[in-house]
């Protein structure tokens, strides 16, 4: 269960989500038809030494990724092509909140002059670093990583790092969103806001609002064993009050698309066809809710 200033590693509460999140991108890279390529996802699983993160990567043909792995990789190539699309706008900076095992800074072709902000835990931070140098990758942009927890002043950090809030910036807030408690949750919009120059843009997943336990527990009953083995992500949800992250961005000057990730796995070519026929009509309607969103602040 989480507390008021919990702290973690890779291998431990909401770093083990990252450390999966990267199992099923390393497995997305190994499809024949792959939605995304990340090839630094695997060096994170091997490295952190996990079992059963390490069990899923070592049989990849043994139908480990599931439904859930189908929908990383939607959500992967959903936030790359974000950020392609922001740097055809012109924006060349670029922040990544709660970036995880995120290696977007060094497989995307950004353009030069690019600097991508890190925002995460320092030992996660610590981490990616240590095993990225060790395997002696190369950023393709100016990567600056951001030691700090989202709850604190994290944007005092970022600007000490060079964030220039008078230039448009491209946000990603990836799969973070249930983690935050609810104050924390519309503050980073609310920070996001106040940091973001005309032109700036945002994205972002809404998938964890109004899911519980019992959720979870038909999930597993209709699509699998739980991907992250014996950790139940629920246990570092908060459910409390908090805005809809669209409806607040429309209503700050921000245009706001939304899109289901059945709509984007059908775009990609990979059509999610195959769910249980007996499937609950109140999971079914929760899974077709969630939504990834994309937003640009009016010029």
Not at 31 to 51: C, L, Q, T
Not at 123 to 135: A, N, Q, T, Y
């Amino acid at each position: 269960m989480r507390t008021d200033g919990d702290s973690w590693d890779i291998v431990t509460s909401v770093g083990l989500t990252a450390l999966g999140v990267a199992t099923f991108r390393a497995l997305e890279t190994l499809d024949p038809e792959p939605m995304i390529h990340d090839e630094y996802a695997a060096w994170f699983v091997e490295a952190a030494g996990e079992p059963h993160f390490l069990q899923k990567l070592d049989e990849p043909a043994a139908g480990t990724v599931g439904l859930f792995g189908r929908f990383m990789g939607v959500r992967t190539r959903f936030f790359d092509e974000f950020f392609a699309a922001a740097w055809q706008r012109g924006v060349r900076q670029a922040v990544i909140l709660a970036s995880g095992l995120d290696a977007r800074a060094y497989r995307l072709d950004w353009p030069a002059g690019t600097v991508v902000f890190e925002i995460d835990q320092p030992r996660v931070l610590e981490f990616k670093s240590k095993v990225l140098d060790e395997h002696g990758a190369v950023a393709r942009a100016d990567r600056r990583a951001v030691a700090v927890d989202l709850r604190d002043d994290w944007p005092a950090a970022l600007t000490a790092a060079g964030f220039d809030p008078r230039r448009s910036a491209a946000w990603s807030a990836e799969g973070l969103l249930p983690f935050l408690p609810g104050s924390a949750h519309d503050a980073l919009f609310e920070r996001i806001d106040s940091l973001s120059a005309p032109g700036s843009c945002v994205a972002t997943d809404d998938f964890g609002r109004g899911m519980d336990q019992r959720h979870f527990d038909m999930e597993e009953k209709f699509f699998g064993p739980n991907p992250f083995g014996n950790l139940n992500v629920h246990d570092l949800w908060y459910d409390d009050a908090r805005a809809d992250p669209g409806d607040w961005l429309a209503q700050h000057n921000w245009s706001v698309h939304r899109v289901t990730p059945f709509d984007l796995a059908a775009t990609y070519g990979r059509p999610i066809t195959d769910l249980p026929a007996e499937l609950p009509a109140e999971l079914l309607d929760r899974l077709r809710r969630a939504s990834y969103i994309s937003a640009e602040k009016h010029r």
